[in-house]
Nanobody
Framework: VRLQASGGGLVQSGGSLRLSCAAS????????MGWFRQAPGKEREFVAG????????DYADSVKGRFTISRDNAKNTVYLQMNSLKPEDTAVYYC????????????????????WGQGTLVTVSS
């Protein structure tokens, strides 16, 4: 599967953005999806994950209550709605996919994913 992330940009603190990740192919619903981010000088970190049917969602503590992950399997797209953005949310955001049956907490680790998008930059100004 090929992944194309979009929707990044510059936003003021407290603002909102919605990231999208479009996937190629006809088997999108077979993939667990995740969002990760990498800030300058820092390691890539887990942001959110979602099961194949969207029945399970998972969030890093730092974004819980502010970000929402969702997916539309008919459109082969996963979304990340980001509200109440903070300067510390500034990073390149990546979507990732793995063809696994069930979502588990192991999907908080980037090495669990086989496919990655190219990243989209989110900059939050104070």
């Amino acid at each position: 599967v090929r992944l194309q992330a979009s929707g990044g940009g510059l936003v003021q603190s407290g603002g909102s953005l919605r990231l999208s990740c479009a996937a190629s192919g006809r088997t999108f619903s077979s993939y667990v999806m995740g969002w990760f981010r990498q800030a300058p000088g820092k390691e890539r970190e887990f942001v959110a994950g979602i099961s194949r049917s969207a029945g399970t969602t998972d969030y890093a503590d730092s974004v819980k209550g502010r970000f929402t992950i969702s997916r539309d399997n008919a459109k082969n797209t996963v979304y990340l709605q980001m509200n109440s953005l903070k300067p510390e949310d500034t990073a390149v955001y990546y979507c990732a996919a793995d063809r696994r049956l069930y979502y588990s907490s192991s999907f908080r680790e980037d090495h669990e994913y086989d496919y990655w998008g190219q990243g989209t930059l989110v900059t939050v100004s104070s």
